[in-house]
């Protein structure tokens, strides 16, 4: 049998999905169930007069109408589960439906239940709310002068943290030969999965179980947070995610919504179902990024980088998300020299609410903030010293000899060659052959230009003591049980919730590559509190590093029993006994064996167990990561620029990725594309934004640009392989890569073709009207 | 308020259905609704993201822009009415190049991928990524949905029936 790790293995959730098999929360029917539908704030900012719900229980086939006071004594606040340490984080108290002041345009504020969702939708425009609006701000910085409303009375200033690490940098500063300033813009993107958030609701009044089916990327958290909102013990409390349309970070958090839905199926005895409008997730949703940087950085002229300086306003929207403190503070600050050898740095970032949507992790979750910061600011050292960007980058990078290497915060990369995959993108685009295009296009009146991202990224979320020290309310180690059945066939349990990643697949290479057993014969579980006893889901590119890793640990647990039955069976000593491709033999006699599948049915059979062993053949594991993992590489970027028109054509894209071991080179490669499509596109299209009176202006599709098909040439990517030293499986984690390294790598080559008319930078996105109009305000070609 | 409903006839996925509904229902609705068919799925409310999209005799069309009482009498076939005792190439295509991840929106994407190698059976890519304008994939970055793509044009010419040889 062929070992399938490192294989491009077809995937086996594909079996159901593409025929449309799929079990989405949407796609749930249950008997006797009925539909929920929000009545949400239309204004961003205003008091609650009154809520009429006359009308709207009138028509008939409605059931209820639920609104903030009627679940005030019953149902707890919506928490936020991340506490930055020594930052005075204030809590933004939030109610499951509002019942005094609405903060946000979507803010929920009544609930209608109807035999149809027709019927609901149809109630809920009955519902008549009166408001006094009250003034609004939307902008991060703004938000904390004096004169401006505040969002919560009990957050003066509007700040709900600030923290900070690093020590004073103004002498080094003011000694340094060259200091290069920069203000980012670090917009607002929406996550857009392409499945709305749903939630399906049943209470069983018999065993007083509560069984919710919801879009989650972690069920066992939901079960935790939902457990202490709606005071069920969690033994009662069972969460599902059979199918999840994507997340990208937008079904991290616990939502109001399905907590509302819990509450409504208790209190009617009916299954309810709720499923959120694209509409609804353009303003209900959490939202990503959203952050204005001040940035310094200290150099020589000789080109070595001596200090970065931040400080930073990040938008935190109405109410703190479940990990939205944790985004722009340990997964932002603490990653700011990036993959160079910066001595000093410091970070001071202000955590401010506003009269917008909340905003949590978004793909790369704080390490994209991060990585535009750093990687914008390298290229406008270079050019502040006219030196080569890429000269610039090979004077800094952290050398292959230095890992592990500790950052100026403390946190230890594991492994790298970051000249290497810089070396390897160098060689798949001819720069010198480039640059000489670019100089003779010019005299043409044509602009081309190229643009680097050597970056480095930490994930694999990540070792529990860490995740206590920086504030995140659980552990972040992952669980796995390998039960082998009577016949030899496998079932894997984890506690990681991949939805579309792909784990059904690449857990079970790993499963038959330990076992040597077909990967047909291995199914794996997955997002279900009921079948799986505790994990902690699937997010910040943690699901094979840790997840994976768990399942090696089962893995060797199951092998080491099998053995000591081989042994007692085959009548030799333990240390006799080989394991290879499926079959256990005897060192030094050939012919003399058994297969794995006679030992699991001896396990099961248990009429000749070694002495004093329990029947069975099935492992549980808990991996709690030593480290993150730190997956880096070298992307590229070229652009042509119509500066008539102010058009950016992506031109080529090159992306050399290290994300360590490959378990399937087809998916990594899947994963990256993916990436890169959503960081190219804050680069270039996407931005959420809202008026002064906080409308999203950019609440529809129609409005705002994600990315389609035609918008990109054909990505060339390559690899190198540096595997991570602590981690069994030696993998890094691949699912943010593209979204954190992409996104300065086109700016940079856009500013680049754009460097002969002095422009130094444009706020993202870089659409044609902003990129024609900074073209005429240097007064035009 | 009482709502007015009728009698709608289709043909879905070759079998002739019956229901009485509000005039108002969206095909999409009726599809996943009346006749639990939810491999169609709604991913937007602005025509936008295509995952809603099925064939209405032969052609694609999002059917969240359509009333399902506007089917009346036509023949609507559905994800679930591609397979014919195996994979359609499409879904086959799909599989082997890994033209999915979350799948949400593969169901209309492939909707979508018949109909524009039935108008270009030896697409170019630029005709391919032209011609998924009308759909949104948050997952995949595209390129291997073009690559599924021109996979399956391959399978389905191989399927192309040979003409007759002349009997001389």
Redesign the interface.
């Known amino acids: 049998m062929m070992d399938v790790l490192g294989q491009p293995v077809k995937r086996h959730e594909d079996d159901r999905l593409v025929r449309g098999k799929g079990q989405y929360t949407d796609d749930i029917r249950l008997p006797g169930m009925v539909y929920a539908h929000m009545v949400r704030s239309p204004h961003a900012h205003a008091k609650i007069k009154a809520i009429d719900t006359r009308a709207a229980l009138a028509l008939p086939g409605v059931l209820a109408v639920y609104v903030g006071s009627d679940l005030k004594d019953t149902v707890g606040m919506i928490p936020t589960a991340w506490i930055p340490p020594n930052a005075e984080m204030k809590m933004t108290p939030h109610p499951a439906l509002a019942y005094d002041t609405v903060r946000y345009v979507g803010d929920g504020v009544a609930v209608v239940i109807a035999e149809d969702p027709y019927t609901a939708s149809d109630a809920a425009d009955l519902v008549q709310v009166t408001y006094a609006p009250l003034e609004a701000v939307v902008n991060p910085r703004e938000a904390t002068e004096s004169d401006k409303p505040l969002v919560h009375q009990e957050i003066p200033d509007n700040v709900a943290f600030h923290w900070s690490v690093g020590a004073d940098l103004d002498d080094v500063f003011a000694a340094s030969e060259v200091v290069v300033r920069q203000e980012f813009r670090q917009q607002r993107l929406v996550p857009s999965a392409m499945e709305p958030r749903a939630a399906v609701a049943q209470y069983n009044p018999a065993t007083e179980e509560m069984t919710v089916w919801t879009t989650t990327q972690n069920p066992h958290i939901h079960r935790l947070l939902m457990s202490g909102i709606l005071g069920i013990p969690e033994h009662r409390l069972r969460v599902v995610a059979i199918d999840v349309g994507g997340g990208f970070g937008s079904k991290i958090a616990c939502y109001p919504d399905e907590v509302v839905v819990a509450y409504a199926a208790r209190a009617l005895g009916r299954p309810v179902k709720w499923t959120e409008t694209r509409q609804e997730n353009f303003i209900a949703t959490s939202h990503g990024r959203d952050h204005v940087q001040e940035v310094e950085l200290a150099g020589t002229r000789d080109g070595r980088i001596e200090a970065i300086r931040v400080k930073a306003f990040s938008n935190l929207g109405a109410y703190l998300s479940t990990a939205a403190p944790g985004v722009p503070t340990i997964l932002f600050g603490l990653i700011l020299n990036g993959a160079y050898k910066i001595p000093q740095a410091s970070v001071d970032v202000y955590g401010v609410v506003t009269h917008t949507t909340p905003v949590d992790a978004y793909r790369g979750a704080g390490r994209p903030e991060a990585t535009y910061l750093i990687e914008r600011m390298v290229d406008l050292y270079a050019r502040e010293l006219k030196m080569d960007p890429v000269e610039v980058r090979k004077m800094n990078l952290i050398p292959h000899e230095s890992f592990p290497y500790t950052n100026p915060f403390g946190l230890e990369y594991d492994s790298g060659n970051y000249e290497g995959t810089l070396r390897r993108a160098l060689e798949m685009v001819d720069y010198p052959q480039f640059r000489r295009d670019q100089e003779s296009l010019r005299k043409q009146g044509k602009y081309i230009g190229i643009g680097f991202s050597t970056y480095v990224e930490m994930c694999g979320l990540g070792p529990s003591e860490v995740a206590g020290a920086v504030g995140f309310q659980g552990g972040l180690w992952e669980s796995a049980t390998v039960r082998v059945h009577p016949t030899g066939k496998v079932t894997v349990f984890t506690g990681a919730s991949p939805h579309g990643q792909g784990e059904e697949t690449t857990f079970a290479q790993i499963v038959s590559h330990e076992l040597g057993m077909p990967v047909e014969d291995i199914e794996v579980v997955h997002g279900d509190t009921a079948r799986i006893a505790m994990g902690w889901g699937t997010y910040g590119s943690r699901t094979t590093v840790v997840g994976g890793a768990a399942l090696h640990m089962a893995t060797q647990k199951i092998i080491a029993k099998a053995t000591k039955i081989a042994a007692h069976k085959l009548e030799v000593s333990e240390v006799d006994v080989t394991f290879e491709a499926g079959q256990f033999g005897v060192a030094g006699v050939p012919g003399h064996g058994m297969s794995f599948a006679s030992v699991a049915l001896d396990a099961y059979l248990a009429w000749s167990l070694p002495e004093g062993m329990e029947p069975a053949l099935e492992a549980t594991a808990f991996y709690n990561p030593k480290n993150f993992t730190y997956p880096f590489g070298a992307h590229v970027a070229m652009v042509s620029v119509d500066p008539h028109t102010g058009d950016v054509e992506l031109m080529r894209y090159i992306a050399v990725d290290d994300v360590g071991n490959i378990i399937n080179p087809m998916i990594v490669e899947g994963q990256i594309h993916g990436g890169l499509v959503q960081g190219i596109g804050q680069a270039l299209y996407e931005g959420a934004e809202f008026d002064d009176q906080g409308q999203l202006i950019t609440g529809s599709f129609l409005d705002y640009a994600m990315p389609k098909a035609r918008f990109f040439p054909q990505f060339e990517t390559d690899h190198t392989v540096t595997p991570s030293p602590h981690n069994p499986l030696g993998v890094k984690g691949v699912g943010e890569t593209g979204a954190i390294a992409s996104t300065p790598a086109v700016v940079n080559a856009v500013m680049d073709a754009l460097a002969p008319m002095g422009i130094r930078d444009i706020a993202m996105p870089l659409t044609p009207i902003k990129v024609w109009n900074a073209i005429h305000q240097q007064g035009g070609i | 308020?009482?709502h007015h409903r009728m009698e709608v006839t289709m043909t879905v996925n070759g079998r002739s259905v019956s229901r009485d509904i509000?005039p108002?229902?969206l095909l999409v609705?009726f599809l996943?609704?009346e006749l639990?068919?939810?491999?169609?799925?709604?991913?937007?409310?602005?025509s936008?993201?295509g995952?809603c999209t099925v064939l209405i005799d032969g052609e694609a069309v999002k059917s969240c822009t359509v009333l399902a009482v506007q089917c009346m009498g036509q023949s609507v076939t559905?994800?679930?009415g591609l397979?014919q005792g195996s994979?359609h190439p499409m879904?086959e295509a799909?599989?082997?190049k890994?033209g999915?991840?979350?799948?949400?929106?593969?169901?209309g994407v492939?909707m979508t991928a018949i109909q524009l190698l039935k108008q270009h059976p030896n697409p170019t890519?630029?005709e391919?990524?032209?011609g998924?304008?009308g759909?949104?994939?948050?997952?995949?970055?595209?390129?291997?949905?073009?690559r599924s793509i021109q996979h399956a044009a391959g399978l389905m010419a191989d399927q192309e029936p040979q003409p007759e040889e002349e009997v001389g």
Not at chain 2, 36 to 46: E, P, R
Not at chain 2, 135 to 146: A, M, N, S
């Open positions: 308020m009482e509000e108002r229902v609705h996943r609704d639990q068919l939810t491999g169609t799925h709604v991913g937007c409310d602005t936008q993201c995952s559905t994800i679930e397979e994979l879904q799909f599989r082997e890994h999915l991840q979350c799948g949400f929106c593969t169901p492939m890519e630029s391919i990524r032209e998924l304008d759909v949104l994939c948050r997952c995949t970055g595209y390129e291997t949905i073009v």
